[in-house]
């Protein structure tokens, strides 16, 4: 039923589309699982370790997010490089630019391993997380490993990009479950065998997606792509290059995104408290659900955009832009409605551990509207390669950012509200122009900046 909904509100005729609703489709029951096992995992993890433990760990994780960005864009790179490839069917080309890829961030993030294992112990983490200092040799030991295992998750998740490429957003989701569920076990465990430190916790979160990861990779590359298989042989630097060419755009963009959405839980825990780090990610957590409903949706679009432009199918963009945009007004008065029942549901999750005031509430409802408005946009911008004017809104959004939240914070007396609510004022802005970009290039009038 739910497909024949999708197949009916898509108007499905052709085979873009198609692969795109049979993507959701699953994707839809694979993001639910997704769902409740991260719902599952909070009171969990809550259930053995204390309120300051948790919100040290969630500062911890992102910071974490920020070392994604050492790959300095190689995996969206390829991505689109290779979208284009599978289009062409030419597959030699591609056997080429994945091999490029994994040979290029091997060396990247061995390099980076070295690094941090020689500066880190000059570096006092009780400080950097401001955490209790009886925690100190706990917050070491799971850094190391954290950091440690993070570098070479980078590496073996490639094949989540490989399957975005070839349109199997789907099968992404359910490489990303796996790891998900495993995680649940992991720590389901750790409390049957009393072990309740944030080491051992760090050790299930980063350990199990390598060990998915490979052997996922290992799979597919045995089987359905050995025509891309990796192999020194195919290693070729002068697609470094190439991949970085539009990667390096993407990179510097991504370092934005973690300035705007990652570096939230940084902030709190240095104006405010690590437990305040907790109350601000159940709220964020709450909201995220509507907005990965619309992920399920949006994933497969970014690819098959350059697929479409690769064809030049204009007409095949614009028709499935507006149909996101009538999803993003439905899933708008859904995330209302979860605003109007959040309070309870706080109390029932946390088992009344944690209270969230009405006012964060509000603002993540908020927030999360704007950031599913922007992501169709810059989702198409991505897909089609057109990043500059992205690029420089990306770093203006970047240097205002943080000075923002601090000023709503400390001078306009927000609290904790004024960091998300600097983050929508500058997404929302940086949107307007995306808008206007799309759809000058959409109508082919798009000339100097706005094309490239």
């Given at each position: ?29 694979i ?7 991260n ?10 370790l204390?309120?300051t433990?948790?919100g ?19 995996g969206?790179?390829?991505r ?14 591609g ?11 091997s ?13 880190n112990p ?8 401001n955490?209790p ?8 030991y799971?850094v ?18 490989i ?6 957003a789907a ?11 495993f995680i ?21 979160y ?31 630097t ?7 060419k ?27 408290a ?8 159940i ?28 064809e ?8 499935s ?11 708008s008065?859904?995330g ?55 690029l ?11 000075p ?7 001078v ?16 929302g ?24």
């Amino acid at each position: 039923m739910f497909k024949a909904l999708l197949n009916k509100f898509f108007h499905l005729k052709d085979a873009k589309s198609k692969t795109v609703i049979r993507n959701v489709f699953f994707s839809f029951f694979i993001k639910a699982l997704n769902i409740s096992v991260n719902f599952l995992t909070i009171p969990l993890v809550l259930s053995f370790l204390t309120t300051t433990q948790y919100g040290v760990w969630l500062t911890l994780t992102a910071v974490l997010g920020w070392f994604s960005l050492f790959d300095l864009g190689f995996g969206n790179g390829l991505r689109n490089h290779l979208t284009i490839s599978v289009a062409t069917k030419n597959f030699k080309e591609g056997k080429i630019y994945v091999s490029t890829t994994y040979a290029a961030l091997s060396v990247i993030f061995g390099f980076l391993i070295i690094v941090f294992l020689i500066a880190n112990p000059f570096i006092n983490w009780v400080s950097v997380f401001n955490a209790p200092p009886a925690m100190k040799n706990d917050l070491n030991y799971a850094v190391l490993f954290a950091i440690c295992f993070l570098f070479a998750q980078f590496v073996v998740r490639l094949i989540n990009t490989i399957l975005l490429s070839f349109q199997r957003a789907a099968m992404a989701d359910f490489t990303n479950s796996l790891v998900q569920v495993f995680i649940l076990i992991g720590l389901c465990i750790l409390k049957t065998l009393h072990f309740h430190s944030l080491t051992s916790v760090a050790i299930v979160y980063s350990l199990i997606p390598i060990v998915v990861f490979l052997s996922v990779s290992v799979y597919l590359f045995l089987s359905v792509y050995s025509d891309i298989k990796p192999s020194v042989y195919f290693v070729k630097t002068e697609y470094v290059n190439k991949l970085l060419k539009l990667g390096l755009k993407f990179f510097i963009i991504q370092i934005a995104a973690l300035v705007l959405y990652a570096s939230d839980n940084f902030i709190i825990a240095q104006l405010f408290a690590p437990a305040d780090v907790t109350v601000y990610n159940i709220a964020f957590k709450y909201f995220s659900i509507v907005s990965i409903l619309f992920t399920i949706v949006l994933a497969p679009f970014w690819s098959m955009t350059t697929k479409a432009q690769t064809e030049g199918d204009w007409d095949w963009i614009k028709a499935s832009v507006k149909k996101l945009i009538i999803l993003w007004s439905i899933l708008s008065l859904c995330g209302l409605l979860q605003l109007s029942i959040a309070h309870p549901l706080y109390k029932l999750w946390t088992n009344n551990k944690v209270i969230v005031p009405l006012a964060l509430s509000l603002t993540m409802f908020l927030y999360f509207i704007v950031s599913n408005w922007c992501s169709i946009f810059s989702n198409f911008l991505n897909g089609v390669g057109k990043v500059r004017v992205q690029l420089y809104l990306s770093i203006i959004g970047m240097i205002i950012n943080i000075p923002l939240a601090i000023f709503l914070v400390k001078v306009c007396h927000f609290g904790i509200i004024g960091i998300p609510v600097a983050t929508i004022f500058t997404m929302g802005s940086a949107n307007i122009v995306a808008l206007i970009q799309y759809n000058k290039i959409v109508h082919l009038t798009a000339k100097g900046i706005w094309n490239k």
